[in-house]
């Protein structure tokens, strides 16, 4: 069973970075893509960004275009969120996913893999 561990979270003043990293138990399972999602109290879980490792190229929720990065190392199953400018309303719990198929993959069903989250607050 491959497990992913997010981690980079914490608190910080709107304007503030924080980078986030989530690495896979087994490096070299074969996905085709990972993503970042979150979910606010009360929220349900809604896409962040997503990195497509054949060359497909990266996604974005509208809401953080500009203002947060993917980046990740296909061989070791590994990635990155770089938040940037980060605002109250970006605080939430992140979660890292992988997909094993084909997909969309800016839908939660496309994944087949989860971590167990991380916490991003963002303080006014």
């Known amino acids: 069973q491959v497990q992913l561990v997010e981690s980079g979270g914490g608190l910080v003043q709107a304007g503030g970075s924080l980078r986030l990293s989530c690495a896979a138990s087994?490096?070299?399972?074969?996905?085709?893509?990972m993503g970042w999602f979150r979910q606010a109290l009360g929220n349900e879980r809604e896409f962040v960004a997503a990195?497509?490792?054949?060359?497909?190229?990266?996604y974005y929720a509208d809401s953080v275009k500009g203002r947060f990065t993917i980046s990740g190392a296909n061989a070791k199953n590994t990635v990155y969120l770089q938040m940037n400018s980060l605002k109250p309303e970006d605080t939430a719990v992140y979660y890292c996913?992988?997909?094993?198929?084909?997909?969309?993959?800016?839908?939660?069903?496309?994944?087949?893999?989860w971590g167990q989250g991380t916490q991003v607050t963002v303080s006014s």
């Open positions: 990195i497509i490792w054949s060359g497909a190229g990266t």
């Open positions: 087994q490096p070299t399972f074969s996905s085709r893509a």
């Open positions: 996913a992988a997909a094993l198929f084909r997909g969309v993959y800016v839908r939660a069903n496309d994944y087949d893999y």
